[in-house]
């Protein structure tokens, strides 16, 4: 079965800390994912992986940035929290470009 | 910008009946479809992935493409009250490196009611 773990299911921070969401996957995926959900927008891409080290931003970058050293791992990093930063946040993974996705557990961050 | 719409429900319907859930996409590069359910509170979780066009069963689930359209359905038989749950739609390019994103629909959210 594919695992995608993320560090924390409910995190809450203050408005200004630097905050790091880690994802880690155990099936040697070449591709991961971070998304945001929130209520009425639905999953809105924030940064792609498609290898070790690059990166792709998504539809809503802004504010956050992301990590990938090694091929399990994919962190987003808020660099400063902000109170629009509360939602759910979905990394998902997957072998390789064309197939299926498979996601973490979700963290529900809230910035106060 | 490449765009995945599906319409929002909510769409309700009699446990036993089927449950018909519609998507289109903007991209004509797209190469990979796929349907998420996903509860309340949780993560979103495949049921069906479909790659070329026509019908793809898989229980009482059955994905339906038309490329030409730029049309991708699910349908549900036999719907049941555990079948209660946002459905997404995804949608991936056949584009390798920076290009292979992973897009989904705002979802439509189903309820089945007993």
């Known amino acids: 079965d594919v695992k995608v773990t993320q560090s924390s299911r409910y995190l809450v921070k203050r408005t200004g800390e630097k905050v790091f969401l880690e994802c880690v996957q155990d099936m040697d995926h070449e591709n991961m994912f971070w998304y945001r959900q929130d209520p009425g927008l639905g999953l809105r891409l924030i940064y792609f992986?498609?290898?070790?080290?690059?990166?792709e931003k998504g539809d809503i970058p802004e504010g956050y940035s992301v990590s990938r050293e090694k091929k399990e791992r994919f962190s987003l990093i808020l660099e400063s929290a902000s109170t629009n930063q509360t939602s759910m946040y979905l990394c998902?993974?997957?072998?390789?470009?064309?197939?299926?996705?498979?996601f973490g557990q979700g963290t529900r961050l809230t910035v106060v | 910008q490449k765009e995945v719409e599906q319409n929002s429900g909510p769409l309700s319907v009699p446990e036993g009946a089927i449950a018909s859930l519609n998507c289109t996409y903007s991209?004509?590069?797209?190469?990979?479809f796929f349907w998420y359910r996903q509860y309340s509170g949780k993560s979103p979780e495949l049921i069906m992935s479909?790659?070329?066009?026509g019908d793809k069963e898989d229980g009482r689930f059955t994905a339906q493409l038309n490329k030409a359209s730029q049309y991708v359905s699910l349908l549900i038989r036999d719907s049941q009250p555990s079948d209660s749950a946002t459905y997404l739609c995804?949608?991936?390019?056949?584009?390798?490196?920076?290009?292979?994103?992973?897009?989904f629909g705002k979802g439509t959210k189903l309820s089945v009611k007993p």
């Open positions: 991209d004509r590069g797209s190469q990979s």
């Open positions: 479909i790659y070329s066009n």
């Open positions: 998902a993974s997957r072998v390789e470009v064309n197939t299926e996705a498979f």
């Open positions: 995804a949608v991936s390019g056949n584009y390798g490196g920076s290009q292979g994103n992973l897009i």
């Open positions: 992986s498609y290898d070790v080290k690059m990166k």
